[in-house]
């Protein structure tokens, strides 16, 4: 048996990760959210600890990155690369098309920032 964790997704604020985790849960995978707390209580400190780590025991991580696949693959931490330079340090962040919307959840698009040319990218729309 398989205890360990494994992180599949990192997100700037806890916000976006509960918006996957609802989802993985309704299929029957549990979830922890490493610093979830932590950023909550100081959203600022995210980038220094490198956001909310969206984790799935190892064992489920192949049914967990499918059930994300079919959502977006740009969600999974390793299916995205900075457009620019490859790289795969990035940060990720939920961006909203107005600030009425920002209360709704599914009328985001998540948006990558590269950490080492800060190149910004877009994913493709969530939902
Ligand atoms: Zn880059």
Same mark, same amino acid.
Do not use: H
């Given at each position: 048996?398989?205890?360990?964790?494994?992180?599949?997704?990192?997100?700037?604020?806890?916000?976006?990760?509960?918006?996957?985790?609802?989802?993985?849960?309704?299929? @029957?995978?549990?979830?922890?959210?490493?610093?979830?707390?932590?950023?909550?209580?100081?959203?600022?400190?995210? @980038?220094?600890?490198?956001?909310?780590?969206?984790?799935?025991?190892?064992?489920?991580?192949?049914?967990?990155?499918?059930?994300?696949?079919?959502?977006?693959?740009? /969600?999974?931490?390793?299916?995205?690369?900075?457009?620019?330079?490859?790289?795969?340090?990035?940060?990720?962040?939920?961006?909203?098309?107005?600030?009425?919307?920002?209360?709704?959840?599914? @009328?985001?698009?998540?948006?990558?920032?590269?950490?080492?040319?800060?190149?910004?990218?877009?994913?493709?729309?969530? /939902?």
């Amino acid at each position: 048996m398989e205890d360990s964790l494994t992180t599949i997704a990192v997100f700037q604020y806890s916000s976006e990760a509960l918006i996957i985790k609802g989802k993985l849960e309704s299929e @029957n995978i549990r979830v922890f959210l490493a610093d979830e707390y932590t950023v909550d209580t100081d959203p600022l400190v995210s @980038n220094a600890i490198g956001g909310v780590k969206l984790q799935v025991n190892t064992a489920q991580v192949e049914k967990a990155k499918s059930i994300i696949k079919s959502i977006d693959a740009s /969600l999974l931490k390793e299916e995205v690369v900075c457009v620019k330079c490859k790289s795969t340090n990035f940060k990720m962040r939920l961006v909203f098309k107005n600030f009425i919307l920002k209360l709704i959840p599914l @009328n985001g698009q998540f948006e990558y920032r590269c950490l080492d040319c800060n190149t910004n990218f877009k994913a493709k729309e969530l /939902l």
